[in-house]
């Protein structure tokens, strides 16, 4: 039940791109499917940006893209917006219906 | 709309019991799992423990097992965290959300709970 790795920052100006990588193992990420990545922002509820490594809810901006190689799963963000200056994390399944959670990133717009 | 209300956080000392309540509207409590998931100060969002629908599973994290207890009541549309033996590493906010197999859909704004002598 080891937390997942992820950069503790990444920055980019509006309009651009910002990939957050988000590092497991055999046992959660690279066993299944079944990686999601949450928007925090301080104080709020964080919102479920990304289900099922690359599945946007309704409401999500394509904007917000995930996917998956191996052990390691990746969030983009593209066409950076003032607004998506947040902590984002990244969650597993890890079997036996337990969850695990990144370290987490902070996503600065410049 | 979707709404989950935590509440029953507050200060303790160590080794002393707590019980958060989470109350959710807006969804079909009774058809979804639920999860306490938390995050200490400075650190990231850990989850804690889940319940199945009908309470009849419950999981934790290794390092809450046989201190913190999560049970629900679908007719009051409400989940609980029992929270005995506290420690200082315990202080955290403390989130309610709701689950499929697959992601943390709704969740709550959240109640904090300190630990401290």
């Known amino acids: 039940q080891s937390a997942l790795t992820q950069p503790p920052s990444a920055s980019g100006s509006p309009g651009q791109s910002v990939t957050i990588s988000c590092t497991g193992t055999?046992?959660?990420?690279?066993?299944?499917?079944?990686v999601s990545w949450y928007q925090h922002h301080p104080g709020k509820a964080p919102r479920l940006m990304i289900y099922?490594?690359?599945k946007r809810p309704s409401g999500v901006p394509d904007r917000f893209s995930g996917s998956k190689s191996g052990n390691t799963a990746s969030l983009t963000v593209s066409g950076l917006q003032a607004e998506d200056e947040a902590d984002y994390y990244c969650s597993s399944y890890a079997g036996s219906n337990t969850y695990v959670f990144g370290t987490g990133t902070t996503v600065t717009v410049l | 709309e979707v709404q989950l209300v935590e509440s029953g956080g507050g200060s303790v000392q160590p080794g002393g019991s707590l019980r958060l309540s989470c109350v959710a509207s807006?969804?079909?409590?009774?058809?979804?799992?639920m999860s306490w998931v938390r995050q200490a100060p400075g650190k990231g969002l850990e989850w804690v423990a889940n319940i199945k629908q009908d309470g009849s599973e419950k999981n934790y994290v290794d390092s809450v097992r046989g201190r913190l207890t999560i049970s629900r009541d679908n007719a009051k549309n409400s989940l609980y965290l029992q929270m005995n033996s506290l420690r200082a590493e315990d202080t955290a906010v403390y989130y309610c959300a709701s689950h499929t197999f697959t992601a943390f859909d709704y969740w709550g704004q959240g109640t904090l709970v300190t630990v401290s002598s």
């Open positions: 807006g969804f079909s409590f009774s058809h979804n799992w």
């Open positions: 055999s046992s959660d990420v690279g066993a299944y499917k079944y």
């Open positions: 099922e490594v690359s």
